[in-house]
T-cell receptor, first 113, second 112 residues
Framework: EAGVTQSPTHLIKTRGQQVTLRCSPI?????VYWYQQALGLGLQFLLW???????NRGNFPPRFSGRQFPNYSSELNVNALELEDSALYLC????????????FGEGSWLTVV | SQQGEEDPQALSIQEGENATMNCSYK?????LQWYRQNSGRGLVHLIL?????REKHSGRLRVTLDTSKKSSSLLITASRAADTASYFC????????????FGKGTLLTVNP
């Protein structure tokens, strides 16, 4: 069974640009979570999508947004990139109920120059 | 404030020794999970312990949970060089605003 897959694995963007990161959850999982892991800062919760709806959002500005598609895959969009957005962006999924184990993908490394 | 604070921040041991990492949290929880992360990679789930459980084992891993002290410990027995990684605890409070909150992790180095 395939795990959580993310794309792209690495990318470099310029300040002010926009980026879209993609995530496919494990088959049968309806919830997708996005986390940001900046160097030395631990994992910061970004967004939780379940059944196509945004269920919870972390303390990030509105230029961080996303969506979940009918097939439960998800996109994370970041507009007006800033240098401090450079981080590993991790996607995770689980099946309901929400207290079940969350499984992570390998992440997308974003560097903003 | 950070829910899930691991200590120590870094731990260096010799192969064959046991490694103990601790996690403290501030609010009541539904579940507590431990994850490992090899450098620059995704997180791998190790074990989940529910708030009504006190101890769980999985292979060389032993997790305890003390809800009265709001703390958990992860013990890795007979460590191997391949156990070198960062270890994170993560808590959730359940409910409709579910989210998993991570600490900053313990970097474990197992020297051959």
């Amino acid at each position: 069974e395939a795990g959580v897959t993310q794309s792209p694995t690495h990318l470099i963007k310029t300040r002010g640009q926009q980026v879209t990161l993609r995530c496919s959850p494990i088959s049968g999982h309806t919830s997708v979570y996005w986390y940001q892991q900046a160097l030395g800062l631990g994992l910061q919760f970004l967004l939780w999508y379940d059944e196509g709806e945004e269920r919870n959002r972390g303390n990030f500005p509105p230029r961080f947004s996303g969506r979940q598609f009918p097939n439960y895959s998800s996109e994370l969009n970041v507009n007006a990139l800033e240098l401090e957005d450079s981080a590993l962006y991790l996607c995770a999924s689980n099946a309901p109920p929400s207290g079940n184990t969350i499984y992570f993908g390998e992440g997308s490394w974003l560097t903003v120059v | 404030s950070q829910q899930g604070e691991e200590d120590p921040q870094a731990l260096s041991i010799q192969e064959g020794e046991n490694a103990t990492m601790n996690c403290s949290y501030k609010t009541s929880i539904n579940n507590l999970q431990w994850y490992r992360q090899n450098s620059g990679r995704g997180l791998v789930h190790l074990i989940l312990i529910r708030s009504n459980e006190r101890e769980k084992h999985s292979g060389r891993l032993r997790v305890t949970l003390d809800t009265s002290k709001k703390s958990s410990s992860l013990l890795i027995t007979a460590s191997r060089a391949a156990d070198t990684a960062s270890y994170f605890c993560a808590t959730d409070r359940g409910g409709s605003n579910y989210k998993l909150t991570f600490g900053k992790g313990t970097l474990l180095t197992v020297n051959p």
